[in-house]
């Protein structure tokens, strides 16, 4: 039981839409990842997924809106809910992430920036 420095695990890697755990609570992960541009439409059809923004501004696409996510602040992505995180004007976002174990990267949804292995830092 140590304290983790969120700020210090991210310069431990550099690939965006790639996340990276760094703790696991029950059957939840909790997960750091570099987000810039955009990601591809997907949905959880189990899970909740929570989004916190620790640098920089999230624009989370839903299919009739867009949620701007400022640093500081949080978004819960409710299961079944389909979703694009995207980053505006070539910035590089910086993201915590908690949801189960279970969950799929981009859902039933295959891309090229689908990951199915997250690395513990």
């Known amino acids: ?4 420095n969120i700020s210090q695990k991210h ?3 550099t690939k965006q839409w ?6 696991t609570v029950d059957n939840m992960q909790v997960l750091l990842a570099k987000l810039k541009g955009e990601f591809v439409w997907h949905s959880h059809d ?3 997924e929570l989004f916190q923004v ?3 501004t999230l624009y989370m696409q839903f299919r009739d809106r867009t949620q701007v996510v400022n640093q500081g ?5 409710p299961k079944g809910v389909e979703h694009n995180p995207t980053t505006k004007n070539n910035e590089e ?19 090229d920036k689908t990951q199915t292995n997250y690395p513990e830092i």
């Open 18 to 23: 790639h996340p990276h755990r760094i703790a």
């Open 93 to 111: 976002v910086h993201v915590l992430l908690f949801e189960k174990l279970s969950t799929s990267h981009t859902g039933k949804v295959k891309h």
């Open 46 to 48: 189990n899970e909740d």
């Open 73 to 77: 602040e949080i978004i819960v992505v």
């Open 54 to 56: 620790i640098k920089g």
């Open 1 to 4: 039981m140590k304290p983790i």
């Open 11 to 13: 310069t431990l890697f």
